[in-house]
């Protein structure tokens, strides 16, 4: 390679590094020529910092050297560095010369190995050809085995489907029904449904010699299920058996015996569905028997035909009957008392009437209502769940139950023709309301209608009491009835007593036509306590006599723990309007001049000049009131307390009646100021402290 166009190559790449007149143009350094005016200094002033940061530059400004020196020394370099290179290249022809060399030979070997790989290439061609051809005998004996793979899963599944396997017919001939039993009948079971559903098996000549041997076998089965199940219905007949466990532990175990008979023996299926229907109907209605004469042994009457409101206390004849029970007993025909502790125990479990009848003990009907609807309800939950599981049939729980039922229904039917027991009548209403959202709850319809039909027979019957309780008190007798006593009547705590307690029974459901009731009873006894007040021959007395009445009911209506409704709210109004008129006859009693002196005289702004009164008129009032008046409050107080039995009752009373007797003197104080001359009774007044202060007496010490 020649030196010469190397330095001419390393001196033109020098020049395209740098070349000092692109950046300053045609600039004379060694001429102080000024620049043309189209020229801009700013122009060069700003190539210049351009290239403040170039070496070379900065080198040449520094030094102060003109261009056309600095490109001669540049051109000398470059000229020496030439001469330096071609001696280079002399000195280093050997070396060139043996590279050459060495190229040559690498050329003629990479020939031979072109050679070689061409003859590769070939070979691997037609090994390429072979294995396609073999790639594809591959794919053609992959498609064969798949085929053959698939004939040979069908074949298999068919011979295993229609064969009938030798230890299979010791089973179902010889075996014990046992969990191997159930295996070997469910397999027994898809061999039959495999001959005659599919109808490749009904061509085949197999099916010739195999359905016969099936047919025998399915025979045998069935003959087999049979007597083994009905045996075990049998047992459930047996005294003292838990049928519930019987049923789950046992029965439930084998129920695929039951899904045979009805997929391949459905006559023998209905002659197990009925056996078990005749069965469960008779031991169910055997123990719901059983169970109802245990209960009748622990019953307490409560109410009987007489036990009535309006009825007189000795026509009863309960003072007569026999032991405290009786008198405790009595005293819950009308109170509900602890009575509804029974809605409390919804849930408890039923009672055992042999353990009750060793303690002695009795219990209201609704208790033992109570007891027999939740044997009843638990009792057909279980049933009804069990005929599901176990038949697959919801509907076979109304044959099994029509019996039980029916014993029930009977004893009911016969209680309640005879029961006079409203209050009750009402507990077994709620009863059954609560055992209907129980059934609700577990999602059990199958004593829906039987819960229906009980409420709709309780209902009426509870109206024909409630009517006779109404009838009782309007066609009360009110001579018989009448007591020369000013205290509660027994017919009024009767009522308030009856009525709260059905007033507590409807809090929670707000039945509109209960209240109803409520209200026509309340008018009855309202009119029958108004003719018994009457029979007393003062209106004092019977002002007196309605008070403590209407005191009374309002009293045990609060303590009933509920509001009293309507009929609380009407006697609180009465109450009130009866002790102002007592309040007034009491004071009449004591200052009846008094009082009617200020009911007589006008009002003093609207009175004329003869209207006013004079000294004489008022000097005599003045003066009996000052000489008695502790004495007539004193008397005011003893009649209070010996006319009404509610001691809070006849405080609120006198305190009404001696405010009263203090707004009346009141006015006939402030009538002596206005007279002409009344300060000379200055003297007999009693001062307005004075009798304020006896009614705080009286008010402490009540």
């Known amino acids: 390679?020649?030196?010469?166009?190397?330095?001419?190559?390393?001196?033109?790449?020098?020049?395209?590094?740098?070349?000092?007149?692109?950046?300053?143009?045609?600039?004379?350094?060694?001429?102080?020529?000024?620049?043309?005016?189209?020229?801009?200094?700013?122009?060069?002033?700003?190539?210049?910092?351009?290239?403040?940061?170039?070496?070379?530059?900065?080198?040449?400004?520094?030094?102060?050297i003109k261009l056309r020196d600095y490109t001669k020394g540049v051109e000398n370099n470059i000229r020496q560095i030439e001469l330096d290179s071609i001696q280079d290249y002399i000195g280093e022809s050997e070396n060139l010369v043996s590279l050459h060399d060495q190229i040559r030979d690498c050329d003629n070997i990479l020939s031979q190995m072109e050679t070689v790989l061409t003859g590769f290439q070939t070979e691997i061609g037609s090994i390429s050809s072979e294995i396609k051809v073999l790639q594809e005998?591959?794919?053609?004996?992959?498609?064969?085995?798949?085929?053959?793979?698939?004939?040979?899963?069908?074949?298999?599944?068919?011979?295993?489907?229609?064969?009938?396997?030798?230890?299979?017919?010791?089973?179902?001939?010889d075996?014990?029904?046992?969990?191997?039993?159930?295996?070997?009948?469910?397999?027994?079971?898809?061999?039959?449904?495999?001959?005659?559903v599919d109808a490749m098996v009904k061509s085949s000549k197999a099916l010739k010699d195999v359905q016969p041997e099936v047919e025998r076998l399915r025979q045998k089965a069935v003959s087999k299920i049979f007597e083994f199940v009905i045996q075990k219905f049998y047992a459930l007949r047996k005294p003292k058996t838990n049928i519930q466990i019987l049923q789950q532990s046992v029965l439930l175990k084998y129920k695929y015996t039951i899904v045979f008979l009805k997929e391949h023996a459905k006559e023998i299926y209905a002659e197990v569905r009925a056996a078990y229907i005749d069965t469960m109907n008779k031991v169910l209605s055997a123990h719901f028997r059983a169970y109802i004469q245990a209960l009748e042994k622990l019953q307490l009457d409560i109410a009987t035909s007489t036990d009535l409101l309006g009825v007189e206390t000795r026509s009863t004849g309960f003072l007569f009957s026999m032991g405290k029970e009786s008198l405790k007993t009595r005293s819950s025909v009308f109170a509900l008392g602890e009575r509804i502790n029974i809605l409390k125990e919804i849930d408890q479990p039923a009672l055992i009437p042999h353990i009750a009848e060793a303690k002695s003990q009795k219990y209201p009907y609704e208790v033992l209502f109570r007891s027999l609807q939740k044997l009843l309800i638990d009792t057909a939950t279980s049933e009804y769940l069990f005929s599901d599981d176990f038949f697959g049939e919801e509907s076979l729980f109304n044959d099994i139950f029509a019996g039980p039922i029916q014993v029930v229904d009977e004893h009911f039917n016969a209680v309640l023709l005879n029961c006079y027991d409203a209050i009750g009548i009402m507990l077994m209403i709620r009863i059954i309301h609560q055992h209907q959202l129980i059934m609700f709850k577990r999602r059990i319809p199958c004593l829906d209608?039987?819960?229906?039909?009980v409420n709709l027979s309780l209902w009426p019957r509870f109206k024909m009491v409630f009517d006779l309780h109404l009838n009782s008190l309007r066609n009360a007798n009110v001579k018989t009835l009448w007591e020369d006593d000013v205290h509660p009547h027994y017919v009024m705590r009767r009522y308030a007593e009856f009525t709260a307690s059905l007033v507590h029974l409807n809090v929670e459901y707000g039945d509109g036509q209960?209240?109803?009731?409520?209200?026509?009873?309340?008018?009855?006894?309202?009119?029958?306590?108004?003719?018994?007040?009457?029979?007393?021959?003062?209106?004092?007395?019977?002002?007196?006599?309605?008070?403590?009445?209407?005191?009374?009911?309002?009293?045990?209506?609060?303590?009933?723990?509920?509001?009293?409704?309507?009929?609380?709210?009407?006697?609180?109004?009465?109450?009130?309007s009866n002790i102002s008129v007592y309040v007034e006859e009491l004071l009449l009693e004591h200052f009846s001049d008094l009082i009617k002196f200020v009911k007589s005289r006008p009002s003093e702004d609207t009175a004329s000049s003869s209207d006013k009164a004079s000294v004489?008129?008022?000097?005599?009032?003045?003066?009996?009131?000052?000489?008695?008046?502790?004495?007539?409050?004193e008397l005011m107080h003893k009649d209070v307390i010996?006319?009404?039995?509610?001691?809070?009752?006849?405080?609120?009373?006198?305190?009404?009646?001696?405010?009263?007797?203090?707004?009346?003197?009141?006015?006939?104080?402030?009538?002596?100021?206005?007279?002409?001359g009344g300060s000379a009774l200055n003297k007999d007044l009693v001062s307005i402290s004075s009798i304020l202060y006896e009614i705080k007496k009286y008010s402490r010490t009540f």
């Open 175 to 196: 075996g014990e029904v046992n969990d191997e039993y159930m295996k070997t009948l469910e397999t027994l079971s898809r061999k039959i449904k495999f001959i005659e």
């Open 449 to 453: 209608s039987y819960l229906d039909k």
């Open 514 to 576: 209960l209240d109803l009731n409520l209200e026509r009873l309340r008018m009855a006894v309202e009119e029958l306590l108004v003719k018994l007040a009457k029979m007393f021959p003062k209106q004092k007395l019977q002002t007196v006599f309605l008070i403590n009445n209407y005191d009374l009911t309002i009293s045990i209506l609060k303590e009933a723990g509920t509001e009293g409704g309507k009929a609380q709210v009407h006697f609180e109004e009465v109450l009130k």
């Open 642 to 676: 010996t006319s009404f039995s509610n001691f809070l009752c006849g405080m609120e009373i006198l305190k009404a009646a001696l405010t009263q007797l203090l707004l009346y003197y009141t006015r006939i104080t402030e009538c002596v100021k206005k007279i002409n």
């Open 1 to 64: 390679m020649d030196a010469a166009p190397a330095a001419a190559e390393a001196h033109d790449g020098q020049r395209e590094r740098f070349d000092l007149g692109v950046l300053v143009g045609d600039l004379a350094l060694d001429e102080d020529v000024a620049s043309d005016e189209d020229e801009s200094l700013e122009g060069l002033r700003q190539e210049l910092d351009d290239c403040k940061d170039d070496e070379e530059v900065a080198n040449i400004l520094a030094n102060g």
């Open 616 to 633: 004489s008129d008022v000097e005599p009032l003045v003066k009996d009131f000052a000489g008695r008046w502790k004495a007539a409050i």
């Open 137 to 173: 005998k591959s794919m053609d004996m992959g498609l064969k085995l798949k085929n053959r793979k698939a004939a040979e899963s069908k074949l298999s599944k068919f011979v295993e489907d229609i064969i009938v396997p030798p230890r299979m017919i010791d089973i179902i001939v």
